[in-house]
Nanobody
Framework: QVQLVASGGGSVQDGGSLRLSCVAS????????MGWFLQAPGRDRGFVAA????????YYVDSVKGRFTITLDNAKNTVYLHMDSLKPEDTAIYYC?????????????????WGQGTQVTVSS
């Protein structure tokens, strides 16, 4: 059974930093890809970043390019989202997700497995 456990959320001031972690277990993720999504109150879940299990490429939504970095530690089965220069509009619940197929995807319905979400709050 696949399990994704996300952590690292919290409350920071405008311009602050956080690092989210997502530990994956229950199967081999070789050849698959991982993603981070966010969901603000009253909004649909939206794509933030993705990375293949090889870690050799990364993909971001335009609004976080240059501020967020997605990385992968294969030895620890953990994907990270390093968030710098946080803005109040980044406030949301952040979810990690894993695909059961290869390739990069940017929509929630292309991911089969989800973590429980971690709250990020950025105050001005």
């Amino acid at each position: 059974q696949v399990q994704l456990v996300a952590s690292g959320g919290g409350s920071v001031q405008d311009g602050g930093s956080l690092r989210l972690s997502c530990v994956a277990s229950g199967r081999s993720f070789v050849g698959r890809s991982m993603g981070w999504f966010l969901q603000a109150p009253g909004r649909d879940r939206g794509f933030v970043a993705a990375i293949p299990w090889s870690g050799d490429s990364t993909y971001y939504v335009d609004s976080v390019k240059g501020r967020f970095t997605i990385t992968l530690d294969n030895a620890k089965n953990t994907v990270y989202l390093h968030m710098d220069s946080l803005k109040p509009e980044d406030t949301a619940i952040y979810y990690c997700a894993a695909r059961s197929l290869g390739g990069i995807a940017r929509t929630p319905d292309e991911y089969s497995y989800w973590g429980q979400g971690t709250q990020v709050t950025v105050s001005s």
